[in-house]
């Protein structure tokens, strides 16, 4: 059938366009991103930009939850585990009790994500699970993320060094939370440029073959496209960081919904908004998504909320069949050219950083925080004006809403104390516009 009809150029489609607009500009039509990346009105094969794609075989369904009573945890752990989680991911920045934790678990599906640096109680956390469970940690992303080490830079290096030295070659223990830029309001450029240098300053620091031994975690936003393009972008950009090093390594990639769009009123849209952000991640080939319950900002763990952001991504798994769709993005004249351009300005930051003296030099410097908050604060403005629309927040707004019960304090919490550095704090767009209306229903804090 196809031979029906001739090829028609990009210029042919263009002069089209131009006419059917009538006299208008065909720059009306080309809307710009924070990333400076033109998104035009169609793309064609005459704009082709192929790019390599690296195999993805299927994807992980994780469950977080933050150590607060280890028997609670292990049954909770238990049941996700025996109703559709294929791992489960524990939270801690203290101690615990391993054995009341782990019993009757299966070690190979047990992630441990520490923000804490004890070598002995890793080392003893490592020993108990058989080495099976992952134990990841990131004291440069504690850094940025509080302004402070654990201790001081050169203990915290030293424990790095002393668990690179324990621990098997091939055994992954660092995870930098490049999450961590993209809630505070980092753009996409952004926050793969970061990550990228945070892996260089592990590898200068610890050796290169420290590369193989991190993952790296990312905060998935709202731009659906750009987003798969976002993480297709970094496996080739790690890819090339490797091979600069001279070393082998297959990048394991962790994922979860951005906190950025999420709201305390009309709190089921944020079902929405992770479904659309679960599919991003898919497409775009992460190894492991974790889903944020919808009420995560405001209510307390809970089975009802846990049980259906799993069953999302059940849903997208089993039921829409999106493991066997992990190339469907592959060839996408949008998608590669976004891909392409998302590169080459990742690569102007990145090159910039190191040029400047690499990722800690300026954070010191609080050139990253400065970067970041600048964009954050554009986002925001665009927000308050009503452009940036988040349904039933600042748009739909259900004037007759009862909100549900808040069982924990949903806003950006100020910490007390001195810091190091300026820290690189998350914070949702929609908190100032909530704390202004929540009074008025008579909800405080």
Request: proline share 2%; glycine share 4%; hydrophobic share 40%.
């Given at each position: 059938?196809?031979?029906e009809?001739?090829?028609?150029s990009?210029?042919?489609?263009?002069?089209?366009?131009?006419?059917?607009?009538?006299?208008?500009?065909?720059?009306?039509?080309i809307?710009?991103t924070?990333?400076h990346?033109?998104?035009?009105?169609?793309?064609?094969?005459?704009?082709y930009?192929?790019?390599?794609?690296l195999?993805?075989?299927?994807?992980?369904?994780?469950?977080?939850?933050?150590?607060?009573?280890?028997?609670?945890?292990?049954?909770?752990?238990?049941?996700?585990l025996?109703?559709?989680?294929?791992?489960?991911t524990?939270?801690?920045?203290?101690?615990?009790?391993?054995?009341?934790?782990?019993?009757?678990?299966?070690?190979d599906?047990?992630?441990?994500?520490a923000d804490?640096?004890?070598?002995?109680f890793?080392?003893?956390?490592?020993?108990?699970?058989?080495?099976?469970?992952?134990?990841?940690?990131?004291?440069?992303?504690?850094?940025?993320?509080?302004?402070?080490?654990?201790?001081?830079?050169?203990?915290?290096?030293?424990?790095?060094?002393?668990?690179?030295?324990?621990?098997?070659?091939?055994?992954?223990?660092?995870s930098?939370?490049?999450?961590v830029?993209?809630?505070?309001?980092?753009?996409?450029?952004?926050e793969l440029?970061?990550?990228?240098?945070?892996?260089?300053?592990?590898?200068?620091?610890?050796?290169?073959?420290?590369l193989?031994?991190?993952?790296?975690?990312?905060?998935?936003g709202?731009?659906?496209?750009?987003?798969?393009?976002?993480?297709k972008?970094?496996?080739?950009?790690?890819?090339?960081?490797?091979?600069?090093?001279e070393?082998?390594?297959?990048l394991?990639i962790?994922?979860?919904?951005?906190?950025?769009n999420?709201?305390i009123f009309?709190?089921?849209?944020?079902?929405?908004?992770?479904?659309?952000?679960?599919m991003?991640?898919?497409?775009?080939?992460?190894?492991?998504i974790?889903n944020?319950p919808?009420?995560?900002?405001?209510?307390?763990?809970?089975?009802?909320?846990?049980?259906?952001?799993?069953?999302?991504?059940?849903?997208?798994?089993?039921?829409?069949?999106?493991?066997?769709?992990l190339?469907?993005?592959?060839?996408?004249?949008?998608i590669?050219?976004?891909?392409?351009?998302?590169?080459?300005?990742?690569?102007e930051?990145f090159?910039?950083i190191?040029k400047?003296?690499?990722f800690?030099?300026?954070?010191y410097k609080?050139?990253i925080?400065?970067?970041i908050?600048k964009?954050a604060?554009?986002?925001?403005?665009v927000?308050?004006?009503?452009?940036?629309?988040?349904?039933?927040?600042?748009?739909?707004?259900?004037?007759?809403?009862?909100?549900?019960k808040?069982d924990i304090?949903?806003?950006?919490?100020?910490?007390?104390?001195q810091?190091?550095?300026?820290?690189?704090?998350?914070?949702?767009?929609?908190?100032?516009?909530?704390?202004e209306?929540?009074?008025?229903?008579?909800?405080?804090?």
């Amino acid at each position: 059938m196809f031979k029906e009809f001739r090829k028609i150029s990009s210029k042919e489609w263009k002069l089209k366009i131009q006419s059917d607009l009538k006299g208008a500009d065909y720059q009306s039509l080309i809307t710009q991103t924070p990333e400076h990346i033109d998104i035009k009105p169609f793309y064609h094969a005459d704009d082709y930009i192929a790019v390599k794609h690296l195999a993805q075989n299927n994807f992980a369904i994780a469950q977080e939850l933050k150590i607060a009573n280890e028997n609670i945890a292990q049954k909770i752990a238990k049941k996700a585990l025996e109703q559709g989680a294929d791992v489960f991911t524990f939270l801690f920045d203290k101690k615990f009790d391993i054995d009341n934790l782990i019993h009757h678990l299966d070690f190979d599906k047990l992630i441990f994500k520490a923000d804490m640096l004890d070598v002995d109680f890793i080392l003893e956390l490592y020993d108990k699970t058989e080495g099976k469970s992952s134990i990841l940690i990131d004291p440069i992303g504690h850094f940025a993320r509080y302004g402070n080490w654990f201790e001081n830079q050169e203990k915290d290096f030293d424990k790095i060094h002393s668990l690179q030295q324990k621990l098997p070659k091939n055994y992954t223990f660092i995870s930098i939370s490049a999450d961590v830029y993209k809630n505070a309001g980092a753009n996409i450029t952004q926050e793969l440029a970061y990550a990228l240098s945070q892996a260089v300053e592990y590898a200068e620091n610890f050796g290169k073959e420290i590369l193989q031994q991190i993952q790296v975690n990312f905060a998935i936003g709202s731009h659906y496209f750009f987003e798969i393009a976002k993480i297709k972008t970094f496996k080739l950009l790690w890819e090339s960081i490797v091979a600069d090093y001279e070393i082998e390594n297959r990048l394991k990639i962790y994922a979860q919904p951005g906190i950025r769009n999420k709201t305390i009123f009309d709190p089921y849209v944020n079902m929405l908004r992770t479904a659309m952000e679960m599919m991003s991640a898919i497409l775009g080939g992460v190894d492991i998504i974790a889903n944020y319950p919808y009420d995560k900002h405001f209510k307390k763990t809970n089975s009802f909320s846990e049980r259906i952001a799993r069953n999302q991504l059940i849903i997208l798994k089993n039921e829409a069949h999106f493991d066997t769709a992990l190339n469907s993005s592959e060839g996408n004249y949008y998608i590669e050219n976004i891909s392409y351009q998302l590169g080459e300005k990742t690569l102007e930051i990145f090159k910039l950083i190191e040029k400047s003296g690499g990722f800690l030099s300026q954070l010191y410097k609080g050139k990253i925080q400065e970067k970041i908050s600048k964009n954050a604060a554009k986002e925001q403005e665009v927000f308050d004006k009503g452009e940036r629309i988040l349904v039933g927040t600042n748009k739909y707004i259900n004037k007759n809403e009862e909100v549900e019960k808040i069982d924990i304090y949903p806003f950006m919490k100020k910490r007390k104390g001195q810091t190091l550095v300026t820290p690189i704090v998350p914070k949702r767009l929609a908190e100032k516009l909530e704390e202004e209306r929540l009074p008025k229903m008579s909800k405080t804090f």
